[in-house]
């Protein structure tokens, strides 16, 4: 059952919703460091290889590269959605690379990578969704790189059960698709993007025989703490394994404004409920993102 809520303040470092709050210490990022890390970041620079590690500015880079875990994006990076969260870029894609699988298994196999998440934009302009680019990608990893684990963090593919199939039938390690914010949330943050739909093809995904299903959840767009674990009970509820749990920060003074920021202690806390709720995985805390620890989530 749903809970609905309302005037009532969220749980974190409080502030009027509509005014910059400052970002607390427990935000601060090393500067990647290590052997591992310099080797990796030269291959990226001389190779001049596309990760969403480097381009998105996670924070997590150097732990994940160390570990040899990276994420890939595919089919160009100009998304047909606008969500109100994200900085990619939103308008008319370019034509589809149908050289891409490869550059990206050839990618993979200059860094060498243990594990590699593959994540894409949303391509609702293509028939496939770009289903057949990531059956194909899938299979050029496979082929050159045969001992590299895969996690494919999924579009919804607009609930199109002939594009899921190809997903299936990649059957790659982990399948992940997130919902990212709660019910109540959802057409402001996500906008062309529905609750339901997400949590069906969560589902659907775990129905077809896939063993390990993920999804991801930002927190401090103004969700109630009853919210959050409502939400993760729905995540439960579809099956899913694996659930990341991270703190939302703005892009761009265009996209939303961050409400609060949460508390270590409150992350914790969401992590116990999850593990009681039955989760494989809980990865919650302020500078978690979709692939954090993703190398973890094949066991």
């Not at 709050?21 to 052997?35: E, F, H, Q, Y």
């Not at 959605?81 to 308008?91: D, E, I, L, Q, Y």
């Not at 299979?139 to 059960?161: C, S, V, Y």
């Not at 805390?285 to 094949?298: C, F, M, N, T």
Request: charge should be positive; charged fraction near 30%.
């Amino acid at each position: 059952m749903e809970t609905v809520l309302e005037n009532t303040l969220p749980v974190g470092t409080r502030g009027k919703a509509e005014q910059s709050v400052a970002k607390p210490k427990w935000l601060r990022v090393k500067l990647p460091i290590g052997k591992k890390y310099t080797e990796l970041r030269g291959l990226v620079d001389k190779y001049k290889l596309n990760t969403i590690c480097t381009s998105g500015s996670c924070p997590n880079m150097g732990e994940c590269w160390g570990e040899g875990t990276a994420t890939f994006m595919i089919l160009g990076n100009i998304c047909t959605r606008s969500c109100g969260f994200c900085g990619v870029k939103t308008g008319r894609p370019e034509t589809v690379d149908w050289d891409e699988p490869e550059k990206v298994a050839r990618s993979i196999k200059i860094m060498n990578i243990k594990h590699a998440v593959i994540t894409s934009v949303d391509r609702d302009d293509l028939k496939d969704g770009g289903s057949i680019i990531w059956i194909e990608t899938v299979k050029a990893i496979r082929r050159m790189n045969p001992n590299t684990t895969l996690e494919t963090l999924i579009p919804d593919f607009q609930g199109i059960e002939r594009n899921i199939d190809r997903i299936v039938e990649a059957n790659p390690e982990v399948v992940s698709h997130n919902v990212e914010t709660v019910r109540r949330l959802t057409r402001e943050v996500r906008i062309q993007a529905k609750y339901d739909r997400s949590l069906e093809v969560l589902k659907y995904l775990k129905e077809k025989g896939i063993k390990r299903t993920k999804s991801g959840i930002m927190l401090g767009l103004g969700e109630l703490e009853e919210e959050v674990l409502q939400t993760m009970q729905d995540l439960r509820n579809a099956d899913v394994d694996i659930v990341t749990i991270g703190q939302y920060l703005q892009p761009s003074k265009k996209h939303l404004p961050v409400k609060e920021f949460i508390t270590p202690e409150q992350f914790a806390k969401y992590e116990a409920f999850g593990l009681e709720l039955g989760f494989r995985h809980v990865e919650s805390g302020p500078l978690v993102r979709s692939s954090y620890k993703a190398q973890k989530h094949i066991l």
